[in-house]
């Protein structure tokens, strides 16, 4: 979690300017209504991250992040709590930095995006990358929790081919997966009748913090 510790100390070092700040800093986490969870842009992405971070939610924080980069931290779903507990203790005031406003992005690639953020008068950049899975959920016999398999997709042009139909009055196109195979421990198969979820998907997550000198 060392840039997160670096995200917490841009919030807390920084110089407390207002009594909105003040308030803030001694009211902590904010508990009104969430904003709605959802990675299809990196404005919203960004806005999930602030949003648990103004929440004290360790949770969302970690589900805002890139595999690549929860990996660079060495922290995973299990590690979550105490590493975010420890950030805390290191560096009270940390909510403060859900409430910076969320700037224009430079989009550097398709799949990249960049965010200088003000975090109380300290600059903080995001970078942000758009990750690409296929997923696929299914009901399994006796159990209350379904079957899931999911699996990155660096490379969508492996999984499916889109070509345009000829039709006289409308735009059309074809798109035609490729086969997947996936794995069902336990079970010797999976009717088609028991899957609920089959999806490509693409979510934009953060892909590192770091605090800039001002």
């Known amino acids: 979690m060392r840039h997160l510790l670096t995200l917490g100390a841009a919030a807390c070092l920084s110089t407390l ?29 960004l806005g999930v991250l602030l949003e648990a971070i103004r929440r004290d939610n360790p949770e969302y924080v970690y589900d805002a992040l890139s595999e690549g980069y929860r990996k660079r931290l060495g922290i995973d779903q299990n590690l979550v709590q105490l590493a975010w507990q420890r950030v805390k203790d290191a560096t009270p005031g940390i909510h403060l930095a859900g409430y910076a406003a969320i700037p224009a992005p430079t989009r550097p690639t398709d799949d990249t995006a960049v965010f200088d953020l003000d975090v109380e008068g300290r600059p903080v950049r995001v970078a942000l990358v758009r990750e690409a899975f296929f997923e696929l959920r299914y009901r399994r016999p006796r159990a209350t929790a379904p079957g899931t398999f999911r699996r990155p997709v660096p490379d969508w042009s492996t999984i499916a081919d889109v070509a345009p139909v000829p039709d006289q009055d409308l735009d059309l196109s074809r798109i035609v997966p490729a086969p997947v195979v996936f794995e069902h421990e336990g079970l010797d198969a999976v009717p088609v009748q028991a899957v ?3 999806a490509w998907v693409r979510r934009w997550k953060v892909d590192d913090l770091q605090a800039l000198q001002p």
Do not use: Q
């Not at 308030?23 to 404005?43: H, M, N, Q």
């Open 17 to 45: 300017p207002g009594c909105c700040t003040l308030a803030r800093l001694f009211c902590g986490p904010d508990k009104s209504a969430w904003v709605p969870i959802d990675y299809a842009t990196p404005e919203n992405a």
């Open 196 to 198: 609920d979820h089959v």
